[in-house]
């Protein structure tokens, strides 16, 4: 598992790529910029690991692209300490991002071969969520709640009730909204039965299932 100054080079040009997309957040920078993304990915791609694209993990699932994770984690406006819920661990790599900027991070996945995977993996880096669980996003982590944050890395027909329910008054839900392109679509929860409905353009994301693979 090895992390060269050429992979540090790298990430310090993605770094600045994501500024030059509108990336400002400091905290989300600097996460990217310590967080060796190649070794969340299968080893043939490990020469693109620093391109803002994303790649298959297995699983049928995807490491998102760069942009993406920081877009989605710089609208979580992350506090430290701040308990955020994750549905859709993947790869580890937002997990990551997520637990660099200081935060409480509990992360639920669907797909077991993944799940087993990313446990394995972020403990080796030194990156300790919280919590890791496999299970069903669209359930949410009810005796954990409430969260500060909840970012969805999976595109949604709907925004599950659940996770509505577990968000704390003045808490932000992220979620992809969409069946084939998403809309990146923030809730930031005004009171017991109000939220503010923000949409910030198009994404793409593989699909939210329920249940458990």
């Keep these: 598992m090895k992390d060269t100054a050429k992979h540090q080079g790298l990430r310090n040009q993605l770094v600045s790529t994501l500024q030059h997309k509108g990336i400002t957040d400091l905290r989300v920078l600097d996460a990217i910029k310590k967080i060796p993304r190649h070794l969340f990915l ?17 699983a049928g699932q995807t490491i998102s692209q760069p942009y993406t994770v920081a877009f989605q984690s710089q609208l979580l ?8 819920l994750e549905i859709g661990t993947g790869s580890g790599y937002q997990t ?10 509990y992360s639920i996945e669907r797909q077991n071969e ?3 995977q990313t446990s394995a993996l972020l403990p080796k880096l030194g990156i300790r969520p919280k919590h890791l ?7 949410g982590l009810p005796t954990y709640g409430p969260f500060d944050g909840i970012i969805v ?3 949604a027909p709907f925004i599950p009730k659940p996770l509505m329910a ?18 990146m679509t923030l ?6 039965t109000q939220f503010e409905k923000h949409e910030l353009g198009e994404f793409r994301f593989v699909p939210l299932l329920e249940d458990k693979n």
């Design 77 to 84: 406006e992350i506090k430290k300490e701040h308990k955020i």
């Design 42 to 58: 299968n080893s043939s791609f490990e020469d693109y690991a620093y391109q803002d694209k994303a790649f298959p993990i297995g």
């Design 187 to 192: 809730l930031i929860r005004k009171n017991e």
């Design 166 to 183: 577990q968000l704390k008054i003045g808490g932000r839900l992220v979620i992809p909204l969409g069946e084939e392109v998403q809309i």
């Design 96 to 105: 990551a991002v997520l637990c660099m900027m200081g935060a409480k991070v």
């Design 133 to 139: 669980t496999f299970g069903d996003g669209y359930k």
């Design 153 to 155: 890395t999976a595109g």
């Design 114 to 116: 993944l799940f087993k």
